[in-house]
T-cell receptor
Framework: DTGVSQNPRHKITKRGQNVTFRCDPISEHNRLYWYRQTLGQGPEFLTYFQNEAQLEKSRLLSDRFSAERPKGSFSTLEIQRTEQGDSAMYLC?????????????FGPGTRLTVL | ELKVEQNPLFLSMQEGKNYTIYCNYSTTSDRLYWYRQDPGKSLESLFVLLSNGAVKQEGRLMASLDTKARLSTLHITAAVHDLSATYFCAVERLIQGAQKLVFGQGTRLTINP
């Protein structure tokens, strides 16, 4: 257990529905990242927050995706009008500014299945 | 665009044998990470390699980094079944002062008794 938690762990939804995932980083970590991992592939970067500011968004993050980190603590990732291609594991990671190795600690992930 | 390639992608080996996983990347970076992932689980950090020539060892695993060759290796010594997992290397790309990790495709390692 790295100290990063994600909820829910599993989500099954029908195409066209909206879903929201939550990530709680390690409490003192100011940086938070979202990645997506499809079966048999490595994780792909989606977006990054430093405190409450969203500083980078991948081209993978279409207009149907939105992420927030309102108070610089937990973050949410919402997918609107889900498509079957959104089925994946969504991973959250956090890190702390000023640490030499900038290591990211990953949560257990939320596995999304879109039927 | 930074690309990270691992090989082999699949590796089946017997217990007691040695083997090496290779990680090549396309643009300069001084930091490389190795992670382990068990089926259905998240990523477990194994090694953080911060500079050229860095070598780290933990149990039967040893990782090294050659930034000039843009190559990292993960060496497995006298493999045991418990090491069966998928191993990812990830290279750091700095964005506005923080790192975005670019992952390889992963090497699925199966160790047979």
């Amino acid at each position: 257990d790295t100290g990063v938690s994600q909820n829910p762990r599993h989500k099954i939804t029908k195409r066209g529905q909206n879903v929201t995932f939550r990530c709680d980083p390690i409490s003192e970590h100011n940086r938070l990242y979202w990645y997506r991992q499809t079966l048999g592939q490595g994780p792909e970067f989606l977006t990054y927050f430093q405190n409450e500011a969203q500083l980078e968004k991948s081209r993978l993050l279409s207009d149907r995706f939105s992420a927030e980190r309102p108070k610089g603590s937990f973050s949410t990732l919402e997918i609107q009008r889900t498509e079957q291609g959104d089925s994946a594991m969504y991973l959250c990671a956090s890190s702390l500014t000023g640490i030499v190795n900038n290591e990211q600690f990953f949560g257990p992930g939320t596995r999304l299945t879109v039927l | 665009e930074l690309k990270v390639e691992q090989n082999p992608l699949f590796l089946s080996m017997q217990e007691g044998k040695n083997y090496t996983i290779y990680c090549n990347y396309s643009t300069t970076s001084d930091r490389l990470y190795w992670y382990r992932q068990d089926p259905g689980k998240s990523l477990e950090s194994l090694f953080v390699l911060l500079s050229n020539g860095a070598v780290k060892q933990e149990g039967r695993l040893m990782a090294s980094l050659d930034t000039k060759a843009r190559l990292s290796t993960l060496h497995i010594t006298a493999a045991v079944h418990d090491l069966s997992a998928t191993y990812f290397c990830a290279v750091e790309r700095l964005i506005q002062g923080a790192q975005k990790l670019v992952f390889g495709q992963g090497t699925r390692l199966t160790i047979n008794p």
